[in-house]
């Protein structure tokens, strides 16, 4: 079992920067972490993950370029930084961990609580 807890969420100017953390615990060797969202009205959708040693990364296209996903093991903390943000990355940002890949797309086995993007005009 994993537990994730995210934290850095807030509201933002548009081509503004932030960072999000994510402390996590119990046992990750082999798993990939990462980041999904989830804005109003929509599914919930991949942004970005990388392999629990590093680092090796993917990310959804929107984010590459302007979002690096990044981990510290020492402290056992996830991070993305999220520059250059736009109206349309306003959503609620969930950590999480064994992060998968299918012909179905991204999905994830542990989910962390959210924490919210509001990114404003």
């Known amino acids: 079992q994993v537990q994730l807890t995210e934290s850095g969420g807030g509201l933002v100017q548009a081509g503004g920067s932030l960072r999000l953390s994510c402390t996590y615990s119990?046992?990750?060797?082999?798993?990939?972490m990462g980041w999904f969202r989830q804005a109003p009205g929509k599914e919930r959708e991949f942004v970005a993950t990388?392999?629990?040693?590093?680092?090796?990364?993917f990310y959804e296209d929107s984010a590459k370029g302007r979002f690096t996903v990044s981990i510290d093991s020492a402290t056992n903390t996830l991070y993305l930084e999220m520059n250059s943000l736009k109206l349309e990355d306003t959503a609620v940002y969930y950590c999480?961990?064994?992060?998968?890949?299918?012909?179905?797309?991204?999905?994830?086995?542990?989910w962390g609580q959210g924490t919210q993007v509001t990114v404003s005009s």
């Open positions: 990388i392999k629990w040693s590093g680092p090796t990364t």
């Open positions: 119990g046992r990750i060797t082999g798993y990939f």
């Open positions: 999480v961990a064994n992060v998968l890949r299918s012909a179905r797309g991204w999905s994830a086995n542990f």
